[in-house]
């Protein structure tokens, strides 16, 4: 076999392993798209049903805090008074790294990813052309 020939042998397998790495990467962001819009479907149903303890469960550690300090109570005790709009089914999803914004019908939640899954950051956010989102719900 010529030196040519032997080079073209080498350069499929390295190729074939390039498409690989790159189908992997696009199946890892459709993973987290569905696990984010999971997350904040489990939000939404809990806000829904009234269910305090897996509201304050689907918060990251300093949103949660921050509900906590801004009422002086329990977050189970707080959520409630946070007046968060039910914001129905998710509509889109948009994934940047461990960072995720979940537009639903009503809202929209930013959240962030940690060792235990996808954490609610912001809740309660309305965008303002030109401004950050308000959110009635957010870490410090």
Known sequence: MSGQGRRLTRARPL???????VLAACGGTEQRSAKVSAA????ETALSKGDRAA???ALAPQTRGEVENSAKKACADAITAQDLPAGGPVRGVDVHG???RAVLVSDTLFLSQFPDGWKI???GCKPH???PYQCSVKGS
């Open 98 to 100: 461990r960072q995720a």
């Open 129 to 131: 052309p030109g401004q």
């Open 40 to 43: 904040a479907t489990a939000f």
């Open 55 to 57: 509201l304050c469960a």
């Open 121 to 123: 950051v912001a809740a």
């Open 15 to 21: 190729s074939l392993c390039a498409l690989l790495l």
